[in-house]
């Protein structure tokens, strides 16, 4: 077998330590992969069978009870176990609600899901929809500490939670990392006045099939549709692939929802 000539052995070498030295995203990637503990998320949306509401109002009460016994542990179970409630009732009509929960392991979302299956309710439930992703630092806002370590999210401030998948189109990924950055400087010079919106962006690479999953916490729905307007006129907005189902949810306590429902 041939060796290469001495230049294009050179010419090779440097190839590789420019894709070792800096990634796609613009970073420098010589260290570790990153190996902290993140959060993970998981949206899981919720529709009530009619034939629910057909039952006797006992055993209709019963059910909503149980149901919302277990929320209620999960709910007060800490070890870094977070659960919102919302309710999308009259709002939307393939989801009735959604269960917010986060965790440091999926093993926690599934632990909880086997007990709901476990109650007379989760036979009148279906799920159209259930999304789940991690938290980790953005690099376009953290450009110096872009990795995990250290991100926690607290949600459900708001009375509101605005939940959608997001996926960029390919040709934003064949941007060079500073057409992406000015790109992500405009929609965040753009998105803040808007301070009574709070961002919540977490990804999904690899675990689902979208990229992201955006929800923005707030009171007022009418900030949080100016601000969606306004973004729609960003140069960023030009590589969206695809940002729907857009889900307005209103948070509630388990119980006020299963009032809602029956």
Excluded at 93 to 111: C, E, K, P, T
Excluded at 155 to 179: C, E, H, I, M, N
Aim: proline share 5%; aromatic share 14%.
């Amino acid at each position: 077998m041939t060796e290469p000539k001495p230049e294009a052995r050179e010419y090779q070498e440097k190839q590789t330590r420019r894709m070792v030295d800096l990634d796609p995203a613009g970073l420098i990637s010589r260290k570790a992969p990153d190996q902290a503990r993140r959060q993970f998320l998981n949206y899981a949306f919720f529709k009530l069978d009619p034939a629910f509401r057909r039952l006797g109002r006992d055993l209709i009460e019963t059910a909503k009870a149980e149901f919302a016994g277990v929320c209620e542990e999960w709910a007060g179970r800490g070890e870094g176990f977070i659960l919102r409630s919302y309710s999308l009732v009259g709002l939307r009509s393939d989801v009735d609600f959604m269960l917010w929960r986060i965790g440091f392991g999926v093993d926690d979302f599934q632990a909880m899901q086997r007990a709901l299956n476990r109650t007379a309710l989760a036979g009148y439930l279906s799920q159209p929809f259930s999304f789940l992703s991690m938290q980790k630092r953005s690099i376009y806002v953290d450009r110096f500490n872009p990795e995990g370590e250290g991100v926690h999210l607290l949600p459900g401030q708001g009375d509101y939670l605005f939940v959608y998948p997001f996926v960029k189109t390919r040709p934003w990924y064949d941007l060079s990392p500073q057409a992406r950055q000015g790109m992500m400087d405009e929609h965040i010079y753009v998105s803040a006045p808007f301070t009574g919106v709070t961002l919540n962006t977490s990804y999904s690479y690899g675990i689902d099939d979208q990229e992201f999953v955006v929800a923005f916490d707030s009171n007022h729905p009418q900030e949080f549709v100016d601000l969606v307007q306004r973004l729609r006129f960003t140069e960023a907005s030009q590589y969206t692939l695809r940002d729907t189902p857009m889900f307005t949810c209103a948070k509630k306590d388990i119980r006020e929802i299963l009032e809602d429902l029956a």
